[in-house]
């Protein structure tokens, strides 16, 4: 039985659908997948974060916010504010998703899915892929941002790649972002 939880911990993954555990451990019964899933939570080899979703002790948040819903990235005031774009700390975790919703998890860790439209969302332009989950770049996070709220403050915009934004800005499908562009740029860059 412990060759099953070293067998997780040998992946460079950190959070599993169950489905995936079943394919690891080479358990094709729901029913004892559940009853070994329940058995290793309560014990303490792994960490039950939600419905069909659990980790290893230590994981990594971002990994977590991309199974539990997908297609999903990581955006918005997390990003932003990693880049030195905005100041205030935010304990929330901000992805852009295919649908509004927040969630918390077990440990009290609250998650904002934003949604964007489909187009810009399947668009892999300004994201990049890290160790299971995606995540955007200042720039693509920038335009998420006033996407949804065009009347955002943002602390610090003298690290943002102008030209970048309005290479992005097609993928969004609006006149408007180019406006907000020009006008973030001339007002506060």
Known sequence: MENRILSLYQTKNTVFTASE??????????NKLKASLKYYTNKGNLVHL????????????YEAVAKIYSPSYISFETVLRNEGVIFQHYETIFAAGCFSREIELANGQKIVYRKIKKTALLNQ???????????????????????INPNYYFDNLKNIDWKEC????????????????????????
């Open 125 to 147: 332009y300004g994201v990049r892929k890290e160790n299971g989950f995606s995540i955007a770049n200042k720039e693509r996070a920038f335009l998420d941002m006033i996407y």
């Open 166 to 189: 309005l290479a992005l800005a097609p993928i969004y499908g609006n006149k408007k972002t180019e406006e907000h562009i020009t006008f973030y740029k001339k007002n506060y860059a």
């Open 21 to 30: 555990i079943g394919l690891i451990w080479g358990e094709d019964n729901l």
């Open 50 to 61: 939600r419905r069909g979703i659990y980790a290893k002790l230590e994981y990594n948040i």
